[in-house]
C-alpha cells in the first residue's frame, strides 16, 4: 500500500525567507507524485507533479520539488515567499496503474508579512 | 469556463437521514472521485469512478453510495450508516484513468449534522 507523510503540520515564515516542506512516500516501485494547493476560500488545485524525467520539477508561482528516488522523497521548495504563498499545501502520490492517489495531511503555512 | 460544480456548498443532516451530495464537470474527463477531509487526517477517498456506470470503493467507502450513470455526474448518498458524517467533501475529476493525470477539484460541500 503507498503512503504519504507530510513532517511540518503547520510552518510560519516571514516573507522573503526561504520555504522547504518534507513529503515522504512509501511506496518501492514507480509513482507519480503530486503538490496541491488550496489558497484561503478557494478549491484545491496543482501547484507541480512529476512523473518522469528531469528529478527537478518547476510550478506555478516560483515553487518547485526535487523527486530524490533514493529518499523517497518529494519536498517542495521557494526560494523567497510571499504573503499571497499562505495556504494549505498537499502532497499526493499515485502508484501503480490505475488513479488512486494518497494525500498527505497537509501543511498549512502561514506567511507573515 | 469549465469546471466542477459541488452543490451545495453548506448541508445540514439530521440523524437518521440519508443526503446527496451533487457533482457534475463539464471538462469531459472520464474519470471522477469523492473525497473526505478531515482536520489533521488530510483527503481521504470514499469512491472513484474511471468510466460512466463503473465504480470502485475507496478507503473509507462504509456508509456511502455513488452512482454514475452519466459522464459528467457522480452523485454521492451519505447514508444512516455513516456514523461520523460531519466534514467537508470534495469531488475531483481527471481526464482518463492514467496515473499521471493530475486531478481538478471543486469547492466542496461542508455537511453538518444537526
Known amino acids: 500500500a503507498q503512503s504519504v507523510s507530510q513532517h511540518n503540520h503547520h510552518v510560519i515564515l516571514s516573507e522573503a525567507a526561504s520555504l522547504e516542506l518534507g513529503c515522504n512516500y512509501s511506496?518501492?516501485?514507480?509513482?507519480?507524485l503530486f503538490w496541491y494547493v488550496q489558497y484561503p476560500g478557494q478549491h484545491l488545485q496543482l501547484l507541480l507533479k512529476?512523473?518522469?524525467?528531469?528529478?527537478l520539477v518547476k510550478g506555478i508561482k516560483g515553487f518547485e520539488a526535487e523527486f530524490i528516488k533514493s529518499k523517497f522523497s518529494f519536498n517542495l521548495r521557494k526560494p523567497s515567499v510571499q504573503w499571497s504563498d499562505t495556504a494549505e499545501y498537499f502532497c499526493?502520490?499515485?502508484?501503480?496503474?490505475?488513479?488512486?492517489?494518497?494525500f498527505g495531511i497537509g501543511t498549512k503555512l502561514q506567511v507573515i508579512p | 469556463d469549465g469546471g466542477i460544480t459541488q452543490s451545495p456548498k453548506y448541508l445540514f443532516r439530521k440523524e437518521g437521514q440519508n443526503v446527496t451530495l451533487s457533482c457534475e464537470q463539464n471538462?469531459?474527463?472520464?474519470?471522477m472521485y469523492w473525497y473526505r477531509q478531515d482536520p489533521g487526517q488530510g483527503l481521504r477517498l470514499i469512491y472513484y469512478?474511471?468510466?460512466?456506470?463503473?465504480?470502485q470503493k475507496g478507503d473509507i467507502a462504509e456508509g456511502y453510495s455513488v452512482s454514475r450513470e452519466k459522464k459528467e455526474s457522480f452523485p454521492l448518498t451519505v447514508t444512516s450508516a455513516q456514523k461520523n458524517p460531519t466534514a467537508f467533501y470534495l469531488c475531483?475529476?481527471?481526464?482518463?484513468?492514467?496515473?499521471?493525470?493530475?486531478?481538478?477539484f471543486g469547492d466542496g460541500t461542508r455537511l453538518s449534522i444537526l
Open positions: 475531483a475529476s481527471s481526464l482518463n484513468k492514467n496515473s499521471n493525470q493530475p486531478q481538478h
Open positions: 511506496y518501492g516501485g514507480t509513482v507519480n
Open positions: 512529476y512523473f518522469s524525467g528531469d528529478p
Open positions: 499526493a502520490v499515485n502508484s501503480g496503474g490505475y488513479q488512486k492517489v494518497t
Open positions: 471538462l469531459n474527463h472520464d474519470a
Open positions: 469512478s474511471q468510466i460512466v456506470n463503473d465504480f
